[in-house]
């Protein structure tokens, strides 16, 4: 089995049954934390019990089982059903008995889609964060934004011209071509699109992730999935730090890195009353001229902004947790709305993992 279930550096490959009773067994915090939040959208869940039928996986047990696949790495659903076979501790955190079936692969991949239907991982999110042990460790007022690459569930094969055209070797050759967004699309994956990290980085069929994080412990508080384009970073920023503060009723503050430094968006985020604490992009370009930061001295001089510049760091943290051990580095979902629910998924588990040390702090 691939234990994935760590925090700083430690490592669970396997926890015998008799760990599970101990009272400060992080596994047995989190499962607490996870049976009050679920016992707030009793409410929700019931509307996604089926009426008529086969009796449907109960959401509470989907979603822990979801979780569980977060937090060990599994790779598929099917992986986590033979877990849950034998795995008594998987049974506990579940909740089904020693002698229970396990259910269908299948039947639980058709029961998952009702989750994302019902939008169950943003309330889950929402409820978390505002239960009242999470609550006070969040900050209300500093936030952080950032943005990362999921490889697609596709292959480069797949992303072929959108005319038919070039179809004799089955996309295998595309050595020589020019290859666009605007005239190539997957036939695997239409939402996924080709994409680089940098100058002279490969490219690759992928989606891109953005997430808002809160400057005090370093927690998701909110996540969204887009279309990897070049102005899709700036835009989702905008989009969530503009729900954050008709949320809050205040001025925010924000810290973002280099990639976020352009007039526009410098301008949208302080009409929306959020004071932009962006990192200056003030490089020399493959021309030799030196770009013009958005960011001069009046926002730079502030002991604030300085500090927003060291917490926004901690995003990396996140991507680097749900890519190293959770399912981020390479999304097993087609489509950008299954993307997104897994994406949110991730953020849901790393603060479950965050959280109980916190509290133990």
């Known amino acids: 089995m691939r234990g994935a279930f760590t925090d700083q550096g430690q490592l669970f490959s396997y926890i015998s049954p008799e760990a599970r009773v101990r009272t400060d067994h992080p596994l047995r915090k989190i499962r607490k934390l996870v049976r009050d939040v679920l016992g707030e959208l009793n409410r929700s869940l019931s509307r996604l019990y089926a009426c008529e039928g086969r009796p449907s996986i109960p959401p509470e047990q989907l979603l822990s089982a979801l979780l569980l696949q977060v937090f060990y790495g599994i790779r598929s659903e099917r992986q986590l059903m033979e877990q849950l076979d034998y795995n008594l501790l998987y049974r506990w955190f579940v909740g089904l008995s020693p002698d ?35 609550k006070p460790l969040l900050s209300d007022e500093h936030f952080s934004v950032d943005g990362t690459l999921i490889e697609a569930w596709a292959s480069q094969k797949s992303f072929r011209p959108k005319d038919g055209s070039g179809d004799d070797d089955g996309g295998a050759n595309f050595h020589g071509q020019k290859r666009k967004n605007d005239t190539h699309a997957s036939t695997t994956d239409p939402d ?3 994409y680089r990290k ?24 909110a996540g969204m999935v887009t279309l990897a384009t070049g102005t899709a970073e700036r835009r989702a920023s905008e989009t969530m730090l503009k729900a954050k503060v008709n949320k ?9 890195d280099k990639a976020y430094d352009t007039a526009d968006h410098v301008t949208n985020l302080r009409a929306i009353n959020v004071t932009p604490h962006v990192a200056q992009n003030d ?16 926002t730079t001089r502030h002991q604030g902004y300085v500090i927003s510049q060291s917490c926004r760091a901690m995003t990396e943290c996140i991507f680097g947790w749900g890519k190293q051990h959770g399912t981020m580095r390479k999304t097993k979902h087609r489509g950008i709305a299954r ?17 109980p040390k916190l509290l133990a702090a």
């Open 283 to 298: 490089s020399i370009t493959s021309t030799g001229k030196r770009r013009r930061s958005a960011i001069d001295g009046r």
């Open 339 to 355: 993307v997104a629910a897994d994406f949110l998924l991730n953020l849901i588990a790393y603060n479950l993992i965050r959280i």
């Open 198 to 221: 940098a100058a002279g980085r490969e490219a690759k069929l992928c989606y891109m992730g953005h997430a808002t994080m809160e400057n005090r412990h370093g927690l998701a508080v």
């Open 248 to 256: 809050l009723g205040r001025r925010i503050t924000v810290g973002e």
């Open 192 to 194: 996924c699109r080709l």
């Open 100 to 134: 229970d079936l396990v259910w269908d692969p299948t039947v639980f991949t058709k029961n998952r889609d009702r989750l994302q239907s019902g939008e169950v991982f943003a309330k889950f999110m929402t409820k978390l964060l505002n239960h009242p042990q999470v």
